[in-house]
């Protein structure tokens, strides 16, 4: 069982420029929550309270204020910093002595995954002992990501990042879980012609290993890269909808806290009055008080 799981939240930011010239990318709002909340949400349906936060020195700071230790949440975190952003699978090089040989799992701090049997999907990733769990979603632009490619039995045969001539349309969201081999798997990866240690890279040595699972979220399922002022919007407008045409809400630590057990129904109370006369902090009330189930 995963029980460890990083937050990648570092990188410039430099696609949403100007608005990120004085704050970190993940610490923006995406409708009422700051962008962070989303994958951290994610990893908590998982199971996961033990939580690595990594961004840069300038930044971590924020991220310190904004999610402190994790008890208001009923998770652990701890931070590291990455000094430069030399890829994605530097995670596991930067926690390596945080995650201490255990499997773990990674969310990057702009997406945003949405489904009603998420929750499931997520829980039976972080179950498996072996191998590797990544997610794919279709997109019309699938040489901006790395993309998975199938046989015709749907089993995974390839992984290539930005391909300039794409086999499938399917795109590797950035949530992966990985066995307890993670951080040896990453100290063997090189740099590409980037100069970044690629998460692809990491996907692929377990695909050569035959045990990278790969779960396709179809019909149903949305995924969501809020790194560009139109995905932003675009993720914005999504959880606005959601939670004004459904009553449900998307991407609230506070609420998967609570209906995960890790806390109590005081707790919530006690965040959601924290959270004054807010919208949020009325749903969150009303949860508390057994209003919505």
């Known amino acids: 069982m ?7 939240a570092g990188g410039a930011g430099t696609r949403l420029h100007p608005a990120t010239l004085a704050s970190s990318k993940q610490l923006l709002p995406v409708y009422d929550k700051p962008m962070i909340y989303y994958p951290l949400s994610t990893l908590m ?4 309270q033990d939580i690595l936060v990594i961004s840069t ?13 994790g008890q208001r949440f009923g998770v652990r975190f701890a931070y590291a910093e990455q000094p430069r952003p030399e890829g994605i699978a530097q995670a596991f090089l930067i926690g390596r002595e945080w995650i201490a040989g255990q499997a773990c799992a990674l969310a990057l701090g702009d997406n945003l995954v949405f489904a009603d049997h998420l929750s499931s999907m997520l829980r039976t990733a ?7 769990t990544v997610f794919a979603y279709r997109v019309r632009d699938p040489e901006r990501y790395g993309v998975v490619s199938f046989d015709d039995s749907g089993r995974a045969v390839e992984i290539v990042e930005k391909p300039a001539l794409p086999h499938s349309n399917w795109a590797v969201t950035g949530l992966y879980f990985y066995d307890h081999r993670v951080s040896e798997f990453a100290a063997r990866i090189r740099p ?9 890279d990491l996907n692929r040595l377990y695909l050569e290993d035959g045990s990278l699972h790969v779960e396709r979220l179809g019909r149903g399922c949305a995924w969501l890269d809020a790194g560009t002022p139109d995905s932003l919007l675009q993720a ?6 959601i939670q ?6 998307v991407g609230c630590p506070e609420e998967v806290a609570f209906r995960m ?5 005081e707790a919530l109370l006690r965040e959601a009055q924290a959270l004054g006369k807010t919208e949020l902090g009325r749903i969150l009330t009303e949860l508390a008080e057994g209003i919505h189930d």
Do not use: H, W
């Not at 972080?126 to 590797?132: C, D, E, I, K, V």
């Not at 590409?192 to 692809?200: C, F, P, V």
């Not at 914005?236 to 909808?241: G, L």
């Open 126 to 132: 972080a179950a498996r002992s072996f191998g590797a």
């Open 236 to 241: 914005a407008n999504f959880v606005q909808t």
């Open 244 to 249: 004004a045409r459904q009553g449900m809400l």
């Open 2 to 8: 995963i029980r460890k799981g990083i937050l990648l």
């Open 192 to 200: 590409s012609a980037r100069g970044e240690l690629e998460i692809t």
């Open 57 to 69: 020195p300038e930044d971590l700071p924020q991220f310190r204020r904004l999610l402190g230790n």
């Open 261 to 265: 057990g890790f806390i109590d129904r």
């Open 45 to 48: 349906l998982a199971g996961i």
